[in-house]
């Protein structure tokens, strides 16, 4: 049994993303090595995650809902790094994936990482192209899906073997340096396939029409409430829009990240710049089927 890592995640009946989630760190790290909280005890979750640590929780809708579940995985991924020299922490549908061109798995990597640093994989939002990419998905992401767009937002400190906290959302810590290497990303699925992502908006619309709140009033991201959706055909057939850069060198966009990071004002947090970058990229072949 290994003691490198551990991963962590929170999931409420999100099935399509838990089993990538799954797919994807299961067989690296060993299943007895992912943490999961389950939120509502979904019964679906228990049987997908089987040989997972499961802890399961209320799921009354709760206006301070985001606040409190980074209260709780920020305690949970500090007690963790009791026992493990690193953790990685983020929502189900967020995937730390390592460039199979450094030759060894995130394991192996992480196995050769100093301890005491927070990194942050460079974010990128896996899109379905509905115009090039007819393919359901039905076991592997990457393969049916090759399009990426460039997203700061999901630069995420999220590989934590540091004393310290991760702000909501997971998008800011308090520790002050930026370590972002060159061979990690944080990939974002939220957009990877148009079918998956107008039920997911529907159940997130649910919650929100349960709590029955102002936008303003409720500590949960402002995506979730049906006023701020748009059309979703119309979200995705936009994705063409955006300009395709050739090739994948992305070691400009980290330099940047390098060059504004610094003291999130007088928060105790630090961040970085995070440009809305309309910029496309085509995943190398080398991607195809890595989850």
């Known amino acids: 049994m290994q003691s490198t890592a551990a991963i962590v995640t929170m999931v409420r009946d999100d099935h399509f993303f838990l089993k990538a989630w799954l797919r994807h760190y299961g067989p690296i790290f060993g299943r007895e090595n992912l943490y999961i909280v389950n939120h509502g005890r979904g019964r679906g979750v228990e049987e997908l995650a089987e040989g997972c640590n499961i802890i399961g929780i209320p799921g009354d809708p709760h206006k301070n809902f985001d606040m409190k579940r980074w209260r709780l995985l920020n305690n949970l991924v500090m007690g963790l790094r009791s026992y493990y020299n690193h953790v990685i922490v983020g929502d189900v549908d967020e995937l730390v ?49 090759r399009h990426v767009r460039l997203a700061p937002h999901y630069s995420k400190p999220c590989v934590i073997s540091a004393g310290t906290k991760i702000a909501r959302g997971g998008h800011y810590t308090q520790y002050g340096k930026l370590f972002t290497p060159d061979c990690l990303y944080l990939m974002h699925l939220k957009f990877c396939d148009f079918p998956e992502y107008t039920a997911a908006m529907d159940r997130r619309n649910a919650v929100t029409d349960e709590i029955g709140d102002d936008v303003k009033e409720i500590s949960i991201g402002r995506h979730w409430f049906a006023e701020a959706r748009g059309e979703d055909r119309a979200t995705f057939e936009a994705f063409a829009d955006l300009e395709m850069v050739e090739g994948f060198d992305m070691r400009l966009y980290r330099r940047k990240m390098q060059r504004s990071f610094g003291p999130r004002g007088d928060t105790g947090f630090y961040n970085f710049a995070r440009p809305d970058y309309k910029l496309q990229f085509k995943l190398p072949e080398r991607f195809s089927g890595i989850f």
Request: glycine share 6%; charged share 35%; aromatic share 2%.
């Open 97 to 145: 994936v390592i460039d199979p061109e450094e030759g060894k798995t995130l394991l192996e990597y992480l196995e050769e990482q100093p301890i005491r640093r927070v990194l942050t994989p460079l974010g990128l939002e896996v899109i379905h192209r509905i115009d090039e990419e007819p393919e359901a998905i039905t076991d592997k992401i990457l393969g049916p899906r």
